[in-house]
């Protein structure tokens, strides 16, 4: 059996200074999550949201910027 690892990227919003999450989006299609964790500390834990947990994530971030 192969273990599907997490491909980890930035958004190309995230010219910030430095504080932004990775995402691997590579696991919605064979395992149903979204893996999150902090691009400053890459060895460091991971949030594993589902799908729509994670679209509900990037709706409340969206309307955070708005605000």
């Known amino acids: 059996m192969t273990v599907e690892s997490p491909q980890w990227f930035t958004s190309s919003y995230s010219s910030n200074g430095g504080a932004c999450?990775?995402?691997a989006t590579n696991l919605v299609a064979s395992h149903g999550v979204?893996?999150?964790r902090d691009s400053k500390q890459?060895?460091?834990?991971i949030l594993t949201l589902t799908s729509d947990a994670f679209t509900g994530l990037v709706a409340l971030a969206?309307?955070?910027e708005v605000s």
């Open 42 to 45: 890459t060895d460091g834990p």
């Open 21 to 23: 999450i990775e995402v």
């Open 34 to 36: 979204v893996p999150v």
């Open 62 to 64: 969206r309307r955070a």
